[in-house]
């Protein structure tokens, strides 16, 4: 219930005025106090990494963790800890990590509800479940 207080415009003005009876012809007033004088640039705010639900890390050949349960739409973290390369497929498609190397991290979202069997697409015998409600 607070009521907005008006904004001194007077000293805001007289600033302004002052700005402008210094710098004459040049222009120059760069202080920031008009907010409509800020560019709101075209760029977007930086894209934050997707929140993740789950882990999964891959050593020996095998899926740590290989049963896991997550929401529908949710992001699922896999870093690969061997050697050679892995990846973290559904037997369906409905996500894939592409090749992750050694100490890499991929991240896929898991699209929909359902059972999703996974595998290494490199791998076949590297198997888990992904459960999804
Ligand atoms: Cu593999």
């Not at 004088?37 to 050949?61: K, M, N």
């Not at 963790?65 to 497929?89: L, M, P, W």
């Not at 894939?96 to 699209?111: A, E, F, H, K, Y």
């Amino acid at each position: 219930m607070t009521k907005a207080s008006r904004s001194p415009s007077a000293a805001r003005q007289l600033g302004w005025v002052l700005c402008a009876l210094m710098s004459a012809s040049l222009a120059a007033c760069g202080s920031g106090e008009d907010r409509s004088s800020t560019a709101v640039g075209a760029g977007s705010p930086p894209a934050r990494p997707p929140e993740r639900s789950a882990e999964i890390v891959i050593a020996d050949y095998m899926f740590v963790s290989a049963q896991i349960e997550v929401k529908a739409g949710a992001f699922v973290g896999v870093t690969n800890r061997d050697g050679v390369d892995h990846t973290f497929t559904a037997v369906d498609r409905s996500f894939d990590s592409g090749p992750l190397r050694q100490s890499q991290t991929g991240v896929v979202q898991i699209p929909t509800v359902g059972t999703f069997e996974f595998i290494c697409s490199i791998h076949m015998h590297m198997r888990g479940t992904v459960k999804a409600s």
